[in-house]
């Protein structure tokens, strides 16, 4: 059974960082792409950062990139997303997900994903 849970948000000033924990497991992560997504209050859920397990090749949202890093702990399990210079552009609730549907050609952030965390709520405030 695969299962992801999502950890590390919470409340954060503007200019802050974080660091979003997603444990998984009933997966391989070298068989799977995993992704960050974000769902900002009032918009649709869109795709912030993944990482395809088949290659390690990672990819952002152009709103995220150079400020935001995806990474996995394979020995632990776990995708990490650590993002600074955060703004209140940036609050939403933030889900992991998993896919091993790989479309050849297409950057992982517009795949299907299958499976699902519950997600974790950032709120960028002061």
């Known amino acids: 059974q695969v299962q992801l849970v999502e950890s590390g948000g919470g409340l954060v000033q503007p200019g802050g960082s974080l660091r979003l924990s997603c444990p998984f497991s009933g997966f391989t992560s070298d068989a799977y792409a995993i992704g960050w997504f974000r769902q900002a209050p009032g918009k649709a859920r869109e795709g912030s950062s993944c990482?395809?397990?088949?290659?390690?090749?990672?990819y952002y949202l152009d709103s995220v990139k150079g400020r935001s890093t995806i990474s996995r702990d394979n020995a632990k399990n776990t995708v990490y997303l650590q993002i600074h210079s955060l703004t209140p552009a940036d609050t939403g609730v933030y889900s992991c997900a998993a896919t091993d549907v790989h479309v050849p050609g297409l950057g992982c952030l517009k795949w299907g994903y299958d499976y699902w965390g519950q997600g974790t709520q950032v709120t960028v405030d002061s």
């Open positions: 990482v395809d397990g088949t290659d390690g090749s990672t």
